[in-house]
């Protein structure tokens, strides 16, 4: 049973910088499709970046584009999200998502494509 934890998040101010990590445990990240996911007070969960296993294929969500890089370190069971350029509206808790895929497949941006969560970690972007 995978297990994630994710930690990075806090206060920063607009146009600022973070970066998430989010720790793997149980199994190795090889063969899982990974995802972050935020949720603003109010609204509902949203995709913002994810990656394949073979390949590295990502997608982002187009609010984030050009701003935020997810990457995936599997040799460490880890996986990133820079976050830079950071606006008020990114305000949200950030969730990292995995899912066991043996076989190669793109990337999905939809809570239901996962398996596994983390707890989440807050990030505030705010003068």
């Known amino acids: 049973q995978l297990q994630l934890v994710e930690s990075g998040g806090g206060l920063v101010q607009p146009g600022g910088s973070l970066r998430l990590s989010c720790s793997a445990s149980?199994?190795?990240?090889?063969?899982?499709?990974i995802g972050w996911f935020r949720q603003a007070p109010g609204k509902e969960r949203e995709g913002v970046s994810c990656?394949?296993?073979?390949?590295?294929?990502?997608n982002y969500a187009d609010s984030v584009k050009g701003r935020f890089t997810i990457s995936r370190d599997n040799a460490k069971n880890m996986v990133y999200l820079q976050m830079n350029s950071l606006k008020p509206e990114d305000t949200a808790v950030y969730y990292c998502?995995?899912?066991?895929?043996?076989?190669?497949?793109?990337?999905?941006?939809?809570?239901?494509?996962?398996?596994?969560w983390g707890q989440g970690t807050q990030v505030t972007v705010s003068s």
């Open positions: 990656m394949s296993t073979s390949g590295g294929g990502t």
């Open positions: 998502a995995a899912v066991l895929k043996i076989l190669p497949v793109a990337c999905a941006m939809t809570s239901s494509f996962y398996g596994s």
């Open positions: 149980g199994s190795t990240l090889d063969y899982f499709v």
